[in-house]
């Protein structure tokens, strides 16, 4: 993942993308990568702060913050301290990758109890 359990730089981006699994178009990263929810968050306050959450489901925070792309709301886009500095926010709910996402368009988070993919309303997808 690079960076401090986030994002690579340069990868900052949030855009959408049409995932043919969920037949939804999604939120992710500037690589393709998908970007979660975490229902059991409060606000912008993570519940996934311990391992093996954390190693599992590292926080999107990408150096320089992120920046809109095409069909992203950027004044949804925000950054605070929840699992670490900068933790991407998108309508007021942590971004996260999930480990076990291997190549872009991946969705293999879905599944697992209160983790979504997100659309560009900021509303979990797939649940």
């Known amino acids: 993942m690079g960076g401090t359990d986030g994002a690579a730089a340069g990868e900052g981006t949030v855009a959408l993308a049409d995932n043919d699994e969920l037949q939804a178009r ?30 599992n489901w590292p926080a999107f925070a990408p150096e320089g913050g992120p920046e809109a792309g095409d069909g992203v709301d950027a004044d949804a886009l925000d950054t605070v301290d ?12 942590l971004l996260y990758y999930f480990a076990g996402d291997r190549a872009p368009g991946d969705v293999n988070g879905l599944g697992i109890p209160a983790w979504f993919p997100l659309d560009a309303d900021g509303d979990k997808v797939g649940g």
Do not use: K, M, W
Request: hydrophobic share 25%.
């Open 26 to 55: 999604i939120l992710v990263d500037g690589e393709g990568r998908t970007l979660y929810l975490f229902e059991r968050d409060n606000g912008t306050s993570t519940a996934c702060a311990a391992d093996p959450c954390r190693s």
């Open 82 to 93: 929840g699992q670490v500095p900068g933790h991407v926010t998108y309508q007021g709910h």
